[in-house]
Every structure is written in C-alpha cells, then in structure tokens.
C-alpha cells in the first residue's frame, strides 16, 4: 500500500481550488468529470509521485440512484481535506485483510485513465474519511507520475481522530509521513513550497 493522493472537498469545485491556491501558492491545473460518481476535480503534482486534487459535486451532473463517493452528498461548511487516498497492486486482495466498510470494487474511468476504487455503499469510509479510500490504478502511467511537481513536496500529513490507535492498527501503510494521532477529527498536510512552509487543511 501507498500513499497516492490527497483530496480537498468543496461545495464547489471553485472553493476547493482557492483554498488550495491560498494555502500553498500554487496554481492548481486541469482536471476532468467523474461521470458515474457526478463530481469533477482539478488537479496538481507533488513532487515524489504524488498529487493533489480538489473535488466537489458538479452541478451540471443528473441526480445519481446511489450516493457519491467521498460522502460528498453530505459535505458542507469550508472545503478542507476530506480524503485521503491509498494505491495497492491488487485491489480485491487487500479489501480481504480490510475492516467491514471499506468499500467494493467499483470501475471507472475519465479520459484515458482506467481505475478501480473501494468505495462503500453509502459513500462513507471508516472514522469519516479519516480510514483511507483505495484504489488500483488500471494505467500504465499513473497520475502521480504524469503530473509535473511545482516545486511543492510533502513533509507531514496528519491525521487527528479519536480512534488513532486502531487506525494505526489496521492501515497496512509504512510512510514516515504519514501520521495518526488521537484528537478531534481533522486532517493537515505540510508542504514545502515556492514560498517556504505552508500547511493545508
């Protein structure tokens, strides 16, 4: 396992995006429609083959039988980082050693990129998000390593929840910059930027 992205949650897609540029200095890039989940997202590269991407419910998207990933059927206040995001090598594998509410299996696709993703039936993942989403990347090249760096390298991500022990536990994830800790749920990130030390939230 991973660490592949990080995603900042709006109610819309152009208050994620600000909040990202506010906080790190850097322009986001392009991005794309998640046409199954009715959500679209932009994106920017991290150095060491990660990234970033901002994503909300697109308003132009029809109304969906099921619930949206992310939980972003229930999301409102300021955008901040609601997920967090892990790449394994076999997706159907690792959801075995899994907690329940992990997710299923779940195809799709924008543009040329092909991915699985572990995603609940109600679209909440473990602990409000603060349990990792997962996915199998299905591409030769991945984003992480297609996405120019900016200049931006993550030094921590922190993630604060009551139940940090288990989440210790169960995430089979060895990152040095990764870490739990136990307090009110929340989630931060510091970055190396342009423009020194930046944390976003």
């Known amino acids: 396992m991973f660490l592949d992205h990080l995603a900042v ?4 897609l152009e208050a994620a995006v600000a909040h990202v540029e ?6 986001m890039g392009p991005g794309g429609v998640h046409t199954h989940f009715g959500t679209h997202n932009r994106l920017i590269g ?3 083959g990660l990234y970033l ?3 909300a419910i697109d308003p132009e998207a029809p109304a969906l ?17 609601g997920n967090w995001i ?11 050693d899994m907690p329940e509410g992990a997710g299923r299996p779940v195809d799709l696709a924008r543009g040329d990129l092909r991915w699985r993703m572990a995603v609940p039936e109600d679209g909440r993942l473990p602990c409000g998000g603060a349990f990792p989403a997962l996915i199998e990347w299905q591409v030769d090249t991945i984003p992480g390593d297609m ?3 900016n200049g931006l390298r993550l030094e921590r991500f ?18 040095a910059r990764v870490v739990f800790v136990e307090g009110v749920p929340a989630m931060q990130a510091t970055f190396e930027t342009p423009h020194g030390r930046r944390i976003l939230r």
């Open 9 to 12: 949650a709006g109610e819309t």
């Open 22 to 27: 506010d906080a790190l200095g850097v322009g």
């Open 46 to 48: 991290l150095e060491d």
């Open 53 to 55: 991407e901002a994503i």
């Open 65 to 81: 039988p099921y619930p949206r990933w992310f939980a972003l059927d229930e999301f409102h206040g300021a955008p901040r980082i």
């Open 86 to 96: 892990c790449r394994v090598d076999d997706l159907e594998a690792t959801l075995r």
């Open 147 to 149: 996405l120019p760096g």
């Open 158 to 175: 922190e993630i604060a929840h009551p139940d940090a022990a288990w989440l210790r536990e169960v995430v089979p994830l060895k990152d």
